[in-house]
């Protein structure tokens, strides 16, 4: 019994066949045999592309982004302070494991 290997497309060959298959100049057998994936594929990423293709012009929010990583960046801040006090804090019950 063979096995066959599965291809893990890229997002660019992908958008590469949706787009050659929403021109419609080709059928989608003819497209399948091009681009050497099976028609029923070629016409999935069609129709993920014209679901999906209003999500290209959706201006997204910089500032909430930011936010949640300032938020991050004081949330890392207050953890590193933490661990040094407590350190510190096991270094002087005599615990040889602890920095100093």
Known sequence: MTTKIRKN????FKAKVALEAIKEQQSLSE???RFQ???NQVAQWK???LDRAEEVFVKRKAS???ANIKELHAKIGRLTM???SLS???G???DKTAKR
Do not use: K, P
Not at 9 to 12: L, R
């Open 64 to 66: 909430d982004s930011d």
């Open 47 to 49: 129709r993920q592309l």
């Open 92 to 94: 002087r019950l005599g």
């Open 37 to 39: 994936v099976h028609r």
């Open 31 to 33: 497209l399948a045999d």
């Open 82 to 84: 933490e661990n040094e």
């Open 88 to 90: 510190i804090a096991l």
């Open 9 to 12: 497309h890229t997002s660019a």
